[in-house]
């Protein structure tokens, strides 16, 4: 017996689209199958409409990638309430390269990428805080937060290709074993002297 075909009304309503939407399966299919599955035309085939529908809420696949960065900023555990202020911007910056080595193709991304998100204000706030909390200059803070992410974000690109799972542990282990650098908190030298060009990775607050 020939089954009836069930009419368009018969069938559940499709999810109306949002950015919030797209993003979180855009972060569902980084977790299956990578940065690079992670298109317009493979999100399209997830959400079932068509990708000209998704550039309505994503410019394009380099906001889409920056949107998933910001999104799993958000996993990075906040500073800890109290202690030394740079153990515990160390832990933040920790976490950050933590989860970005979870994610290798992630971490490459992330050396362009250029995030505007919640999350990834959140972190620049909470930086800008710990090297308030430490006397930094303010002049010289923003400069310094650039400098950190850049750090950390190199770091885990350069590590990006270690596939084991234990990359992390590792790379955490090596760093609590390594004498800290001392950030300094007294007002440096005149800008001239001491020229600081902006290199790639996540930008500061400078950059917004």
């Given at each position: ?30 977790r299956a199958e990578g940065l690079r599955k992670v298109t317009m035309r493979r999100l399209a085939q997830e959400l079932d409409t068509g990708p000209a529908s998704l550039y309505v809420y994503v410019r394009n696949t380099d906001e889409l990638h ?143």
């Amino acid at each position: 017996m020939t089954e009836t075909p069930r009419s368009r009304r018969e069938r559940p309503a499709k999810p109306a689209l949002s950015r919030e939407g797209i993003v979180a399966a855009a972060v569902a299919v980084l977790r299956a199958e990578g940065l690079r599955k992670v298109t317009m035309r493979r999100l399209a085939q997830e959400l079932d409409t068509g990708p000209a529908s998704l550039y309505v809420y994503v410019r394009n696949t380099d906001e889409l990638h920056a949107a998933v960065l910001d999104e799993l900023l958000g996993t990075v555990a906040p500073a800890p309430a109290g202690g030394d202020w740079r153990e515990r911007l160390e832990q933040v910056l920790t976490g950050c390269t933590r989860m970005l080595l979870d994610h290798p193709d992630l971490a490459r991304s992330a050396l362009t990428a250029r995030p505007t998100g919640p999350h990834y204000l959140d972190l620049i706030e909470t930086l800008l805080a710990l090297l308030a909390e430490g006397g930094v200059p303010r002049d010289r803070a923003a400069w310094g937060v650039d400098l950190l992410l850049q750090h950390a974000t190199a770091t885990a690109a350069e590590h990006a290709g270690e596939k084991s799972p234990a990359t992390g542990r590792r790379w955490t282990a090596r760093c609590a074993g390594r004498p800290r650098t001392r950030i300094r908190t007294s007002p440096p030298p005149p800008a001239s002297c001491c020229p600081a060009p902006r290199g790639p990775g996540c930008p500061g607050p400078s950059g917004r």
